[in-house]
């Protein structure tokens, strides 16, 4: 039997390239988002509302899922630019941010772990960020506090989810070569980089999952050259 793989985040950038990747290797792939996803079962749903989660939960019922892959993010306006200024942020942004980067993997993870629970070698694994990380922080508050706390939100779902056998990782990468950061850099919005390639989260990825149900992978570091 296929295994399945549920994506939040599917429809561009890391998501969209991860569910054509294991799409193409034979997974069942459902991904979640508001436009629409390619490569994969589409849910359309806001993540950032009760009803957007409870679309996901009644769309898959008792779906066994190996894996979750959050990889929907957001960061501030002029993030990662280097006009950026942190005073000129709103409040609906800040709290915006932390509804996608932080309560939603929280909530989403909550209403799946019995459908995960259902797998021999269950995965949840979440796209953070090198920012936030311990000493690597940046002048983008909302988006560093919301990696910062992903990371302690999972290690806290590790506790709370102990029964259901689930691998919880955090990938944390600096700058990854998505199209939407490769415009910038040619822009000249970014300084001139060269970013992490898809392949490698893929392949990051690809190692979280052939690691046995005996071991738990806690955070992946992933640091531009």
Known sequence: MNKSMLI?????????????????????????????????EWIEADITTSEGID??????????????????????????????NFRETT???????????????????KAVSKNLSLTGNPRAIYLGALSGTEQVASSQVAYSASKFGLRGAVQSLRVALKRE????????????????????????HFPNQTPIPISDIISTIEFVL????????????LMQK
Not at 55 to 84: C, H, N, R
Not at 91 to 109: C, D, Y
Not at 165 to 188: H, L, W, Y
């Open 8 to 40: 939040i985040g599917a429809s561009r950038g890391i998501g969209a390239e991860v569910a054509k990747h294991f799409s193409n290797s034979g997974f069942r792939v459902i991904g979640v988002s508001r436009s629409h996803s390619k490569d994969c």
């Open 55 to 84: 679309k996901i939960t009644e769309v898959i019922g008792q779906t066994p899922i190996d894996a979750l892959i959050y990889s929907s993010g957001v960061w501030e306006e002029k993030g990662f630019m280097e006009d950026f």
């Open 91 to 109: 409040v609906n942004e800040t709290r915006h941010i932390m509804s996608v980067n932080l309560v939603a993997p929280i909530e989403i993870t």
């Open 165 to 188: 056998k689930i691998g919880f990782t955090v990938i944390n990468p600096g700058n990854v070569a998505t199209e939407e950061v490769m415009m910038d850099i040619e822009a000249g």
């Open 210 to 221: 052939a690691t046995s149900n005996s071991v738990d992978v806690g955070d992946i570091n």
